[in-house]
């Protein structure tokens, strides 16, 4: 007999037995009095699989009067559109038009502007769903008009509660001609493996019931060996392509730049993992210049080699490198007084008349350029002493520019105190 998915048989038909979630559906908050009130707005619903968004928004459907219709953007088209818009203000949506619309990020810009007009005069209601960042995904014009809620990762308890549910729904329903018994700690194991995804925890489940056997007299048990091999590898979010794609390589950085090797190797640890090996050796050698920098100029050096290194290797291997460039840099002194110098620069040139390069400085290597007035009076450095003469190198408009700043480490404040002394006797 065929039943339906799990996931749909457990779902939660009132707000108070949805797991988790509480910022947003505890009580007093936002969204739990939107639904209460019965008035709503169009919403985005943004965060990861199987976390309660579809749920949340069935919830939503069943208490308002609107008719419910629902479109994937992954396979809808304006034409699906067209039929929904046709059908208001008919006897098939005579109080207008409740749309959940899944994974609303693979819209593209027409398809989702065809539905404005609808929006603000009330006859189509909105409940869209992203895993990707709405911010980055959505066009303005929708995300003007919609309250956006993040639905975050279940907690393992918050998982465990589904599980249970799940269980019993199962014992009762699919296997009540066997005597189940559960080892403990089965449905614990599953859910600290699930790393927020109560959808990913009931495949697991539904799959170490079925890898039990009875015995002769219908006892079966659902052993802790089976959850194991169920989770072999920890479920981890990463989406080359996607919004946790960006937040693990921000996270990976941040972690070197703020000094802590620990969490620098447990997301490169991730990354790995996701083979991802372009985006970790392109984000080290940017950590490199950019958080390391001058404190440690050699740094740069090392990391390439690691990086050559790790593309010869490939993986496994690769990660041994790898973990050797990140433990370098998480530990090495910090500088970003390049970046910042850089930066300074490009923003005057985009939003200043920095004016022309001085006359001296200007290419005086063929013939007429003294005519020109270029390359006179240019001051060759090295026929001074030290190697300095002092003369205006900056354009007239930002002749006193400061862009460098030299940064509070060993290495720079020994060449701010090598070039002081020696601008001090060129005066």
Known sequence: MNRAPLADRIRPQSIDEVCGQQHLLGDGKLLRNIIERNEIPNMIFCGPSGVGKTTVANIIASRTGKTLRRLNATTASVSDIKDIVLSLDSFLAPEGVLLYLDEIQHFNKKQQQSLL???????ITL???????????????????????????????????????????LIIDDYKAYNISIE????THIAHTANGDVRKALNALEIVFLAAKPDKNGNMSVTMDAAQQATQRKAFRYDKDGDSHYDILSAFQKSIRGSDPDAAVHYLARLVSAGDLQSICRRLLVIAAEDIGLAYPNAIVVVKACVDSAFQLGFPEAQIPLAEAVLLLATAPKSNSAICAIGDAMTDLSEIDTGDVPEHLKDSHYGGAEKLGHGIDYKYAHNYK?????????PDNIKDKKYYIYGQNKTEQAAKAYWDKIKEENI
């Open 127 to 169: 409940i869209a769903s992203t895993t990707e960042n709405p911010y980055f995904y959505v066009y303005n014009a929708v995300l003007s008009r919609s309250v956006v809620f993040e639905f975050k990762p279940l907690e393992p308890e918050d998982v465990e509660t589904a599980l249970r549910r799940a269980a019993d729904i």
């Open 386 to 394: 030290n190697h300095y003469v002092q003369q205006q190198y900056l």
């Open 184 to 187: 403990d700690g089965v449905l």
């Open 117 to 123: 007009e609808f929006m603000e005069n009330g006859k």
